[in-house]
Nanobody, 119 residues
């Protein structure tokens, strides 16, 4: 089954850290760029999700959205078919549902993992 499954979300204090994972199955993970997006609470499902970070297929080209640059780290392990998003110095405005997305081919998203920021 072709799918992406995120995990690692939860409650984090402001200034804390969290590591999200995205496990891919059913396709050749190492052939695709991967991206992380987020959707903040209160936004309608139809509103565009915010792009957070992207990584190319072999992990040597990485880009970040302005709001997370310097705090988040995207990475991947092609031997484990997994993409990661490390979140550091988390801010209240980082609270959102985080989604991973396969970039290229048929559009493929995970189901999302919730990140809550609260002291």
């Amino acid at each position: 089954q072709v799918q992406l499954v995120e995990s690692g979300g939860g409650l984090v204090q402001p200034g804390g850290s969290l590591r999200l994972s995205c496990v891919a199955s059913g396709f050749t993970f190492s052939s695709y760029d991967m991206r992380w997006y987020r959707q903040a609470p209160g936004k309608a499902p139809g509103q565009a999700r915010e792009w957070v970070a992207s990584i190319n297929s072999n992990g040597d080209i990485i880009n970040y959205g302005a709001s997370v640059k310097g705090r988040f780290i995207i990475s991947r392990d092609n031997t484990k078919n997994t993409a990661f998003l490390e979140m550091h110095n988390v801010k209240p405005e980082d609270a959102a549902v985080y989604y991973c997305r396969r970039w290229g081919g048929n559009d493929l998203w995970g189901q999302g993992t919730q990140v809550t920021v609260s002291s």
